[in-house]
């Protein structure tokens, strides 16, 4: 078995079954990273059922939980696996306002906060050259300021999800300064609008919404293009956001390097804590 690593968090959800299926087809060795280990289990049956020579196993992963993290990354050292590539697909959208267990708001704890820990913790079992992807859809409408934590404002599930996502592009920037002199890539994607069980959850699609959005909605595999795209290529520019595999243009005033330099200093606070 080899010890190189695809890891797809969220792999049981639409686009990340997408992804999964691609990196088992290329023969790597997949790693299903996943909170429910009914779905997991489900899907490594199909894929080990259309490929039976592949190398793919599930390791339980619940990005809400900072101590499930730290097990899948302690997991992926005591194997000694070697991280090729890492999708950070997994993401909620949550239909009522809600924190984790340390009191933090659910779309930061899940969308930002645990995907960065994740990819803290797992720094050492990169490859030389990995590759890394943050998915970053809504980013547009998304903004950050004061404490997004504990946000006070009004509960709005787009908008809390919008500004989580934002937060992890800030992040993916983040990583491409800090391997800028390296060979590891990081990248952002926005699959767009996608027909998933996320955003149709809690009747989304019902009225006029229907009827304007549907034409927009794409399919989990036009969602999962780009992903692809730049897991089959490696593009020099790095930390940057790409939709339709191409790079996702900005307005200038769309964030300032103040509220981002804030943020990831109050990041910092949450992953110095000790578990």
Not at 52 to 78: G, H, M, N, V
Not at 86 to 99: D, F, K, M, P, R
Not at 133 to 150: C, Y
């Amino acid at each position: 078995m080899s010890n190189r690593v695809s890891i797809v968090t969220g792999a049981t959800g639409e686009i990340g079954r997408v992804v999964a299926e691609d990196v088992v087809r290329q023969g790597k060795h997949l790693v299903i990273a996943c909170r429910s280990l009914a779905k997991s289990k489900v899907l490594l049956g199909e894929l080990k059922s259309a490929y039976p020579q592949s190398e793919i196993e599930y390791i339980t992963l619940d990005l809400a939980d900072k101590r499930s993290i730290k097990k899948f990354a302690e997991t992926i050292q005591q194997k000694c696996y070697i991280v090729d590539e890492l999708v950070c697909n997994a993401g909620i959208l949550c239909q009522y306002e809600s924190q984790n267990k340390d009191d933090i708001d659910m779309s930061m704890a899940v969308n930002y906060l645990g995907n960065v820990r994740l990819i803290e913790l797992l720094e050492r079992s990169l490859a030389h050259d990995a590759r890394i992807i943050n998915m970053v859809p809504s980013i547009r409408w998304g903004s950050i300021s004061g404490d997004p934590f504990h946000p006070e404002d009004k509960f709005h599930r787009f908008r809390r999800y919008a500004n989580s996502k934002l937060a992890l592009y800030a992040y993916t920037q983040h990583l491409a300064r800090k391997y800028d002199n390296s060979a590891i890539s990081v990248y952002a994607v926005d699959p767009g609008l996608v027909d998933t069980m996320m955003i149709t959850k809690g009747r989304w699609f019902e009225g006029i919404a229907d009827i304007f959005l549907k034409p927009f909605v794409r399919t989990p595999e036009k969602g999962a293009e780009t992903t692809l795209y730049l897991l089959s290529n490696r593009p020099q520019t790095t930390g940057m956001a790409y939709y339709d595999c191409k790079i996702m243009q900005f307005p200038s005033d769309m964030y300032t390097r103040e509220e981002w330099t804030e943020l990831w200093n109050n990041t910092q606070k949450y992953l110095t804590e000790i578990i």
